[in-house]
């Protein structure tokens, strides 16, 4: 007789599993039932699935398909009027999946070597040579035109065409002095991902920081968060992340931490639960957790007070699901981003569907990814704005990707680099970036 899907380590709550009554108001927002129209592809669909897995049915190779099609964006959470905690049940379940079933060996070869590499600052800074001289013989052009690699190997495909075109690298200070009357101190996360393919915006984070009257305290040891690990139910790997995480800002002697990146943000204010069952670390992370704030949640919170110069640009705004489905978190970029003198910013339709990127996402799952991020670009394209603005290096890469794919001028930026450019008086075509180097 085979095993039950679930074993007795935290499998998915069955209260919460009860908590869902399959009215189908998550449905339009899953982007994998819009999709496919699939109903064990959507929320409810899986969350019968865990349901089947806690009544003793093992964990088929189709089960995980579906648990794996999902992008863990949270729309659901947001548009569900019973409050299910969809968030919590998923992850729970990957971590079952990750524990209990035998992947194919390509699939986990794939996984192994993403997970060997990108929770590593150091081991992404070491690609940044070699990318940066590929990059520069314009033989990535050649092969996103071709289909040759896309049939071949769709996930080393996908990793080639999300490649950001590498900017200098710039090294944020472990230690950055207000401006002007000090108010405070806070510690910032410099993440992986971001710190390597996008350092641009963590000097930005740092110097609006410091121009709102903050000192800024940047460990350089600092390593990953674990956002990825926790997201993708590696949990031990997470839980060591987050530790040590823990350590390293407590030993800079900083109780509120500032983030720039959504996923990273979302994971680090689930630490209490990450690490519920550690004794030692259990009350750490709780307090840990309660005082991280996204970089707009922080400046709205505490009040602006550097001038705002005119930044005359029209932008859509891309919420990043982990920042507004997973944390809440819609309001408070908006608002710094109208208060830029002469900005107008434009609304995107179907603003609730995730863009593809997911973590890792959209190389585990190419096609969907590619298909959800055209469906947001062509969205993006229609709103006429030249400058997509979001709060996440993922959703940056993706859109970017996909403007390319449909051959149409986009260019990308992090919120907090249109704040910067506007405090320190930036012209608007200094703003962003595209794959064109522009």
Not at 214 to 243: K, M, T, W, Y
Request: hydrophobic share 40%; charged share 20%; proline share 6%.
């Amino acid at each position: 007789m085979s095993e039950p899907a679930f074993d007795d380590h935290h499998p998915p709550s069955a209260a919460l599993v009860g908590d869902c009554v399959h009215c189908g108001f998550c449905l339009p927002t899953c982007p994998t039932y819009t999709l496919w129209g699939e109903e064990m592809d959507s929320p409810r669909g899986r969350i019968y699935l865990m349901e089947m897995g806690l009544g003793g049915e093992p964990m088929t190779p189709e089960m995980v398909q579906h648990f794996d099609a999902c992008l863990g964006c949270m729309a659901c959470v947001t548009a569900c009027p019973s409050g299910v905690q969809y968030d919590k049940l998923i992850e729970a379940t990957r971590a079952q999946v990750e524990r209990r079933h035998h992947r194919p060996a390509r699939d986990r070869l794939m996984r192994r070597a993403i997970f060997s590499v990108f929770p590593y600052a150091k081991r992404l800074h070491a690609l940044r040579g070699p990318l940066r001289a590929y990059q520069a013989t314009g033989l990535s052009r050649w092969l996103r035109r071709g289909r040759l690699l896309r049939r071949t190997f769709p996930a080393l495909a996908a990793l080639e065409s999300l490649a950001p075109e590498l900017e200098p690298f710039e090294q944020v200070p472990e230690q950055s002095s207000a401006q002007g009357a000090k108010r405070g101190t806070v510690g910032m996360l410099l993440g992986c991902v971001q710190r390597e393919f996008f350092p641009g915006v963590n000097a930005a984070t740092a110097r609006v920081l410091t121009a709102e009257g903050f000192d800024v305290i940047a460990p350089a040891g600092q390593g990953c968060c674990g956002a990825l690990s926790v997201h993708n139910g590696r949990e031990e790997e997470a839980q060591s992340f987050a530790r040590k995480l823990i350590d390293t800002f407590a030993a800079g002697g900083v109780e509120q931490v500032v983030v720039n990146a959504a996923g990273c943000g979302s994971a680090m204010k689930e630490y209490a639960d990450l690490l519920a069952d550690d004794p030692v670390y259990a009350e750490r992370a709780r307090g840990f957790a309660e005082g991280v704030r996204d970089i707009t949640e922080f400046l709205v919170e505490r009040g602006t007070v550097a001038t705002r110069h005119p930044l005359p640009v029209m932008i859509a705004y891309h919420d990043a699901c982990h920042l507004g489905h997973a944390q809440a978190i819609r309001t408070q970029p908006r608002a710094l981003l109208r208060d830029i003198p002469e900005l107008l910013l434009r609304e995107i339709a179907e603003a609730e569907l995730c863009c593809g990127s997911a973590g890792i996402y959209n190389i585990l799952q190419p096609e969907a990814a590619g298909e959800l991020g055209d469906r947001k670009a062509r969205n993006v394209l229609a709103t006429g704005a030249p400058l997509l603005v979001t709060a996440n290096p993922g959703c940056l890469m993706q859109l970017a990707a996909s403007a390319e794919r449909l051959g149409a001028q986009l260019k990308v930026a992090h919120t907090v680099e249109v704040l910067d450019a506007s405090i320190r008086g930036l012209a608007a075509d200094a703003v962003g970036r595209s794959r064109s180097g522009a």
